[in-house]
């Protein structure tokens, strides 16, 4: 079956210019997280939403980043007037169940790698 | 959050078995132990997961020591397709939802 699915792969903008990555997550599923991973490092937590509810957005590094899940499946990631330091890949994850249990599973895309030039 | 520790980079040969150790002494009695590993260029992709008792699925074994403060995934026979950073990750049902990575183990395989 289909995994989740992440738009565009790649994205090279230019500082100062508005950017969205796209994530599909695995139909059905009710959480859904985004990570950012810099290079040779593990991926850390930005935000994540139950259905359309954004519960947890501690991990977004400024204002300039924004993300939305309007009708509780597709996200899109919005980052505002990018910066070198916004380079990174961008990775969506879903899962099942709704809320935290401690053994759910996450499914990953294959990421969106953001190089900002 | 209860903290990981996991050598830094370990290598096989094609194969052999591989046991890939993680610390974890200030485990909580309600965490579980999960591991992903990320191929390159792809996202983290789940392998097992468990509580107490040890754990077999058709990708790996998991052996959790008895107070639990260590736990080793084991790869029966590695192929080089299982070159990868591989994670150790503590979960709980209380406070932060996500996953919380460290640097995780790069395992190289040799032909």
């Known amino acids: 079956g289909a995994g989740v699915s992440q738009s565009p792969r790649y994205k090279v903008a230019k500082r100062g210019q508005d950017v969205a990555l796209r994530c599909d997550p695995i139909?059905?599923?009710?959480?859904l997280f985004w990570y950012q991973q810099a290079l040779g490092q593990g991926p850390e937590f930005l935000t994540y939403?139950?259905?359309?509810?954004?519960?947890?957005k501690s991990g977004l590094p400024s204002d300039r980043f924004f993300a939305e899940r309007p009708e509780g499946s597709v996200s899109t990631l919005k980052i505002q007037r990018t910066q070198q330091e916004d380079s990174a890949v961008y990775l969506c994850?879903?899962?099942?169940?709704?809320?935290?249990?401690?053994?759910?599973?996450?499914?990953f895309g294959a990421g969106t790698r953001l190089s900002v030039l | 959050d209860a903290k990981t520790t996991q050598p830094n980079s370990m290598e096989s040969n094609e194969e052999e078995p591989v046991h890939l150790p993680c610390n974890h002494s200030?485990?909580?009695?309600?965490?579980?132990i999960h591991w992903y590993r990320q191929l390159p260029s792809q996202g983290p992709e789940y392998v097992i997961h468990?509580?107490?008792s040890n754990v077999n699925n058709r990708m790996a074994s998991l052996a959790i020591a008895e107070d639990r403060k260590s736990s080793t995934l084991i790869l029966h026979r590695a192929t080089l397709r299982d070159a990868a950073v591989y994670y150790c990750?503590?979960?709980?049902?209380?406070?932060?939802?996500?996953?919380?990575f460290g640097s995780g183990t790069r395992l190289q395989v040799q032909p």
């Open positions: 994850a879903s899962s099942l169940t709704r809320g935290t249990l401690a053994k759910n599973i996450q499914y």
């Open positions: 139909s059905g599923h009710v959480s």
């Open positions: 939403f139950q259905n359309e509810a954004q519960l947890d």
């Open positions: 200030t485990i909580s009695g309600t965490d579980y």
């Open positions: 468990g509580l107490t």
């Open positions: 990750i503590l979960t709980r049902d209380t406070g932060r939802r996500a996953l919380t």
